[in-house]
C-alpha cells in the first residue's frame, strides 16, 4: 500500500462507526478505554461546569448512554451529540464544522468549560482530518491528554494521522507507540492503521527523496485544497533548496569517482621506466577531461513560472536526470504544478 492509499485508508476509517462491546468497555492497560459510565461521568462533570442544572445533565447522559449502547453514533459523535441537546452553542458550532471546517479555530472553545472541551476537541480535529485539513486539526488535539477525553484510543490515533500527513515523525511515532500499547484493546481498524503508519514512517530519513516526495505531495495538497499564501511558498522553497542540497552533493560524488578513475587509468598507462604502454581493450578512448560534470542550473528560483518553456523543460530534465524513474516523474510533476499555479 503506497502513502497516498494510507492516508485514504485512514480516512475511510476515519468515517467508520466503532463497536463498543461490553467487553471491550470494561478492559484495562496501562492507558485505559473508559468503561460507559466513565465516559458519561466525563459528560457530566464537563456539563456540571458550563452551569447545567441536574436535570439537563441527567437528559444528556442518559440520550448518551443509548447512543453507545445502541450503536448509532461512537463515543466522539454521541458526546458532541448528546451534549448539544444541552448547549445549543455546541449545536451552532458541530453546523460550522460542517459547513464551514476551514474557519474553525480554536478560538471557538473559549466559551465552553476547561472539562467540557477535550472531547469537543478530538470531534473536531476529526472533522478537519476527514477533509484532509492537517494544519487545521492539530491545534485542537496538539496538547489533548487522551485520558481527559471520552475516546482516548480516538486522540492518539487521529493526532497521529494528522502528523503523519504533515511529515510529523516524531509525533506520528511517539503517539502510535502509545496507542499501540493496547493492541489486543483498541479497536481493530486503529490497530492495523497505527501499524501501517508506523512500517511508513519509521523509514523516512531527513533530507531523503522520500522525505522530499512527501513534501511534494503535501504541498500538491494544500494547492488542490486551494492553499496559496505564504506558508505554502515556504514548503515550495524548502524543497527546491533540498533538491539543490541532493543535486550537489550528487555532483560531488560523481566528480569524486571521475577522479579517482582518472587517478586510475593515467597510473596504470604508462610501463617501466617512464614508456606508455599500448591502449587496453576496456579502456575508452578520448577520456581525458578534467572529470567536472557541468553544474545543474536551477534557474531563479522565486520565478519558476517565469521562466520560458524550453528553458524550464530544460532545467527539469537537469534537476531529474540523475534520481530513479519514480522520484523524477514526481519531481517533474512538481515542478509542473508549480509553474501552472504561478501563472
Same mark, same amino acid.
Given at each position: 500500500?503506497n502513502r497516498t492509499s494510507l492516508?485514504?485508508?485512514?480516512?475511510?476509517?476515519?468515517n467508520a462507526?466503532p463497536?463498543?462491546? +461490553?467487553d471491550? %468497555?470494561?478492559r484495562e492497560?496501562?492507558?485505559?478505554?473508559?468503561?460507559l459510565?466513565?465516559?458519561?461521568?466525563?459528560?457530566?462533570d464537563?456539563?456540571?461546569?458550563?452551569?447545567?442544572?441536574?436535570t439537563a445533565?441527567e437528559?444528556?447522559t442518559?440520550?448518551?448512554?443509548?447512543r453507545? %449502547?445502541?450503536?448509532?453514533?461512537?463515543?466522539?459523535g454521541?458526546y458532541?451529540a $448528546?451534549?448539544? $441537546?444541552?448547549i445549543?452553542a455546541?449545536?451552532?458550532?458541530?453546523v460550522?464544522?460542517a459547513?464551514?471546517?476551514?474557519?474553525?479555530?480554536t478560538?471557538?472553545?473559549?466559551?465552553? +468549560?476547561?472539562? %467540557?472541551r477535550p $472531547?469537543?476537541?478530538v470531534?473536531?480535529?476529526?472533522?478537519l482530518?476527514?477533509? #484532509?485539513?492537517?494544519?487545521?486539526a492539530?491545534?485542537f488535539?496538539?496538547s489533548?491528554?487522551?485520558?481527559?477525553?471520552?475516546d482516548?484510543a480516538?486522540?492518539?490515533?487521529?493526532? +497521529?494521522a494528522s502528523?503523519h +500527513?504533515?511529515?510529523n515523525?516524531?509525533?506520528?511515532?511517539?503517539?502510535?507507540?502509545?496507542?499501540?500499547?493496547?493492541?489486543?484493546t483498541?479497536?481493530?481498524?486503529f490497530?492495523?492503521?497505527a501499524?501501517?503508519?508506523?512500517?511508513?514512517?519509521k523509514p523516512?530519513?531527513?533530507?531523503s527523496?522520500d522525505e522530499?516526495s512527501?513534501?511534494?505531495?503535501d504541498?500538491?495538497?494544500?494547492l488542490?485544497l486551494?492553499r496559496?499564501?505564504?506558508?505554502?511558498?515556504k514548503?515550495?522553497?524548502?524543497i527546491i533548496? &533540498?533538491?539543490s542540497?541532493?543535486?550537489?552533493?550528487?555532483?560531488?560524488q560523481?566528480?569524486?569517482?571521475?577522479?579517482?578513475?582518472q587517478q586510475?587509468?593515467?597510473?596504470g598507462?604508462e $610501463?617501466?621506466?617512464?614508456q606508455?604502454q599500448?591502449?587496453q581493450?576496456?579502456?575508452?578512448a578520448?577520456?581525458n577531461g578534467v572529470?567536472?560534470v557541468?553544474?545543474?542550473?536551477?534557474?531563479d528560483r522565486?520565478?519558476?513560472g517565469?521562466?520560458?518553456?524550453?528553458?524550464?523543460?530544460?532545467a527539469l530534465q537537469?534537476?531529474?536526470?540523475?534520481l530513479?524513474?519514480?522520484?523524477?516523474e514526481?519531481?517533474e510533476?512538481?515542478? #509542473? &504544478?508549480?509553474a501552472?499555479e504561478?501563472?
Open positions: 500500500m492516508i485514504a485508508f485512514a480516512l475511510i476509517i476515519a462507526v463497536s463498543y462491546g +461490553a471491550e %468497555l470494561k492497560a496501562s492507558w485505559s478505554i473508559p468503561s459510565d466513565q465516559m458519561s461521568a466525563i459528560l457530566a464537563g456539563l456540571a461546569q458550563q452551569g447545567m442544572d441536574s445533565v437528559v444528556a442518559t440520550q448518551f448512554r443509548q453507545i %449502547l445502541s450503536g448509532d453514533q461512537d463515543v466522539l454521541a458532541v $448528546s451534549a448539544s $441537546s444541552a445549543p455546541i449545536a451552532e458550532l458541530s460550522r464544522v459547513r464551514e471546517p476551514a474557519s474553525i479555530t478560538d471557538a472553545m473559549v466559551t465552553f +468549560a476547561e472539562a %467540557l $472531547s469537543i476537541e470531534w473536531i480535529a476529526r472533522s482530518i476527514q477533509k #484532509r485539513l492537517y494544519d487545521e492539530i491545534p488535539v496538539q489533548t491528554n487522551p485520558v481527559l477525553t471520552v482516548p480516538a486522540t492518539m490515533f487521529y493526532r +497521529a502528523s +500527513a504533515l511529515i515523525k516524531d509525533q506520528v511515532i511517539a503517539d502510535l507507540e502509545k496507542l499501540l500499547e493496547n493492541e489486543s483498541i479497536p481493530v481498524r490497530a492495523r492503521t501499524q501501517l503508519m508506523l512500517a511508513d514512517i523516512l530519513k531527513k533530507d527523496l522530499i512527501r513534501m511534494m505531495d504541498v500538491g495538497r494544500r488542490e486551494g496559496m499564501g505564504e506558508p505554502v511558498a514548503k515550495e522553497q524548502e533548496d &533540498k533538491l542540497k541532493m543535486i550537489d552533493q550528487i555532483e560531488q560523481q566528480q569524486q569517482q571521475q577522479q579517482q578513475q586510475q587509468q593515467s597510473g598507462s $610501463s617501466q621506466g617512464g606508455p599500448g591502449m581493450d576496456s579502456q575508452i578520448g577520456a572529470g567536472d557541468d553544474k545543474k542550473d536551477l534557474g522565486n520565478g519558476w517565469n521562466l520560458p518553456p524550453a528553458e524550464r523543460q530544460e537537469q534537476i531529474s536526470r540523475d530513479p524513474t519514480h522520484y523524477r514526481a519531481i510533476a512538481y515542478f #509542473r &504544478k508549480m501552472t504561478s501563472k
